[in-house]
Every structure is written in structure tokens, then in C-alpha cells.
């Protein structure tokens, strides 16, 4: 790990905080490996079962990849191909809450986008500046608004590069909440605690099939819901919560 990515476990939720506030939270290649390897282990781990990701400070949440390091790469190819911490974050094993304090532009859009729930802080802004500059974004971007947000609105983002406020990402659906920035990291913590307090391997599982619901079509994503509902039927951690049903008590769940 670097300190510029701060990793933290309380109880059964992981905290991902981007530590680079002087610079917006912007993201170098060795703040990608580390956040890749953050989610490696939070994927391997019987004990982490949600996580949270922030940016520190109150100005920026992320400000996606450090321009200044992109002429780095000594090819397109190898900027093509290189450790994206939007693919990392998506592809995490752990529901995910973005808990976005002030701007999330660019690759720091496309990683709260990565996300499975969104919260904002009122200073929160978002914005796909990336045309300002000559090319687009390549995380997910246009995919993950449009499902997010609608295909105009996705349009209106991307095409114009201008970002967007927490009032009107709330009224698009772009974020779940929006509290005052003093309240936004331990909200997110509290919503992992509960999401950390239910069924992980049904939590897990649910995600799988929320991704499943957007890319499959609608008859074999019914079909693959109720496979998912099956094996999550056959866990250890459903008969407990049977029994504790039946017996009038709180289940004690252990991701088997």
C-alpha cells in the first residue's frame, strides 16, 4: 500500500480513503496498484463484507487519473493496458458504498459509478470533463450513466463536460442520498454496517444479480436470479436464518 491510499477495517466494513487532497485525490499509477490490491483483499477476506470509498478532505472525492502522469506511458497501447482502479473497484466481490465528498470528475466519476450505492455530500459535484480535453472517458463512463441516469442526461454529461450538482445528481438518480459533508462518511459506514450485518454470501450474490438484471436479457436473467436464489437457499448462513426465524432471535451469520 501507499499513504496515499489509506486502507481501514472496522468490524465487517472495509474504508478505501484516496489520501491525496492536495492534488484533488487525483489518481497515479501507483495509487492504482494499490487500490487493485485493496480490492484483492477485500475480495479474499471471510471477515470484510462491505466497503466504503471516499476521498480525503471536503474538496475533492476523486478527480480521476493525475494528467500530469499520463505522458508517462510510452504508448497508447500501454495506457490501453495499463492497472485501471475503475476496473478494480467494479469488479469487487463486496457491495460498495462512494461516499463522494465535493468533486468526482473523470475517472473519479467513473469510480463512484463503479459502485453499487452512491452517497453525496451537498458540496458534491460530478462531471465528465474528459472531452474538455480531447478524448473520453474509458471506465465505464457512458455505460454506467446511461443506466444510471438516462441516455439523455448521459448525453448532456459527456458531450458537454460540465459537471453537474448533488441536487441534480439526486433528482437523476446519479446518487441514493445527499447529507451535509459532516455526516456523509459516518452515514456510509453506518449503510455498509447494516448491508455488513445481512446474509454476505446473499449480499454478494444479490449484487451478481443486479449487474445480471442490466446486461442479460429479461427471461435468462430471470432464469440466472432464481439459480442465484438456489445456491444462496443451500448456504449454511440460510438455514440460520430460518432457524433464527423460527426461534424469535437475531441469525448469526458467518459467510458459509
Known amino acids: 500500500m501507499t499513504d496515499e491510499v489509506l486502507f481501514s477495517v472496522d468490524g465487517h466494513v472495509a474504508t478505501l480513503t484516496l489520501n491525496r487532497p492536495q492534488k484533488l485525490n487525483s489518481v ?19 471477515t470484510i463484507r462491505a466497503v466504503v470509498i471516499t ?23 500501454d495506457f490501453r493496458n495499463r492497472a485501471d482502479y475503475c476496473d478494480a473497484i467494479h469488479h469487487c466481490l463486496k457491495p460498495t458504498i462512494a461516499a463522494v465528498n465535493g468533486y468526482a470528475f473523470g475517472g ?42 438516462g441516455a439523455s442526461n448521459a ?7 460540465d459537471p453537474v450538482d448533488a441536487a441534480r445528481a439526486l433528482a437523476w438518480g446519479l446518487v441514493s442520498e ?18 455488513a450485518a445481512r446474509a ?32 444462496c437457499f443451500a448456504t449454511a448462513d440460510a438455514a ?7 426461534e424469535k432471535r437475531p441469525p448469526v451469520f458467518r459467510r458459509r
Open 55 to 77: 476521498g480525503a478532505g471536503e474538496r475533492s472525492f476523486c478527480c480521476g487519473s493525475d494528467i500530469g502522469e499520463l505522458d508517462s506511458y510510452a504508448t497508447p497501447w
Open 108 to 149: 473519479g466519476l467513473e469510480t463512484a459509478l463503479s459502485c453499487d450505492i452512491r452517497l453525496a455530500a451537498t458540496n458534491a459535484q460530478f462531471a465528465a470533463p474528459e472531452i474538455k480535453l480531447g478524448w473520453i472517458g474509458g471506465g465505464g463512463m457512458a455505460a454506467f450513466l446511461a443506466h444510471s441516469i
Open 28 to 46: 497515479t499509477p501507483e495509487m492504482a496498484k494499490a487500490l487493485t490490491g485493496a480490492v484483492t483483499e477485500c475480495n479474499g477476506s471471510d
Open 240 to 246: 440460520e436464518g430460518r432457524a433464527a426465524f423460527k
Open 200 to 231: 454476505p454470501i446473499a449480499a454478494e450474490t444479490a449484487k451478481l444479480n443486479l449487474r445480471a438484471a442490466f446486461s442479460m436479457p429479461l427471461d435468462q436473467a430471470m432464469a440466472y436470479e432464481r439459480d442465484l436464489q438456489t445456491i
Open 178 to 195: 445527499v447529507v451535509e459533508p459532516a455526516a456523509l462518511l459516518p452515514r456510509a459506514q453506518a449503510l455498509a454496517a447494516t448491508i
Open 155 to 161: 448525453a448532456l454529461m459527456i458531450m458537454t463536460g
